[in-house]
C-alpha cells in the first residue's frame, strides 16, 4: 500500500500557467492580427501605397479585440504587451553575433531611423525628425563599413590566392614527340 502511494505522489501534474495566464496569453493572440494588420496599412499609407479606405473597419477591429481582451482578463493590454506586438525588432533567440546579425541590425537602424523621420514629419516634429535622419545615416554608414569590411576581407583572401598560386613551380610540360620530317628539314 505505500508503495502505490508513493507512485501517485509521484504522478501529480504541475501546471505553472493559471487560467489567467492562459486567457491573458489568448486575449493577447486575439489583438495580434489586427493591431498589426492596421499599423501595416498605415504604414504604408504614409509611403504612398496601402489602403486608406480600409482604416475604420480596421480600427474597429482593433477597438473590438481590445475590448475582447479587457472582459476577458479584467484590464487592458499593458504598454510592453503592444510594442511587442508591434516590434519589427531582432528575435533575440539563438542570436550569433557574425556578419549577418551586424547586416541586419544596420538594416533595422535604418528602418527605424525611416520611421521616426515619417512619425515626426506627420506632425511636425523637426528636432525628432532630424533624430531619425541621425538613425538612419547610422545604419547606413554602419552598412558601408560591413560590406567595405568584407570587401578588404575578399581581396586580402585573393591576393593569398594569387601568391599561393605564384609560389607553386609551375608545371613540367611533356616533351612533344619530333616527327623524322621535322628532324631531317632544316627549314622547320
Known amino acids: 500500500m505505500a508503495d502505490e502511494q508513493d507512485r501517485k505522489s509521484h504522478l501529480r501534474l504541475a501546471v505553472e500557467n493559471s487560467q489567467t495566464d492562459i486567457d491573458r496569453e489568448w486575449a493577447k493572440r486575439e489583438i495580434e492580427w489586427p493591431l498589426r494588420e492596421l499599423a501595416a496599412n498605415i504604414i504604408r499609407v504614409v509611403r504612398g501605397a496601402g489602403k486608406s479606405y480600409e482604416f475604420g473597419k480596421q480600427c474597429v ?22 510594442e511587442q506586438i508591434l516590434s519589427i525588432g531582432h ?10 546579425w551586424e547586416r541586419e541590425d544596420a538594416r533595422k537602424t535604418i528602418v527605424s531611423g525611416a520611421l521616426q523621420v515619417a512619425a515626426s ?6 528636432m525628432q525628425e532630424r533624430r531619425g535622419r541621425s538613425e ?9 563599413r560591413i560590406r567595405e569590411e ?3 576581407r575578399f581581396a586580402e583572401a585573393e591576393r593569398a590566392r594569387r601568391q599561393a598560386n ?23
Open 121 to 126: 514629419r506627420l506632425v511636425g516634429q523637426n
Open 166 to 188: 605564384k609560389s607553386k613551380p609551375p608545371a613540367r610540360k611533356k616533351a612533344r614527340k619530333v616527327s623524322a620530317r621535322v628532324k631531317t628539314d632544316p627549314k622547320l
Open 150 to 152: 568584407a570587401r578588404k
Open 91 to 100: 528575435d533575440d533567440t539563438n542570436v550569433t553575433y557574425d556578419e549577418a
Open 61 to 82: 477591429a482593433v477597438i473590438e479585440a481590445f475590448e475582447r481582451y479587457h472582459d476577458k482578463v479584467g484590464h487592458w493590454p499593458a504598454s510592453w504587451e503592444v
Open 136 to 144: 538612419m545615416m547610422d545604419g547606413v554608414n554602419a552598412f558601408e
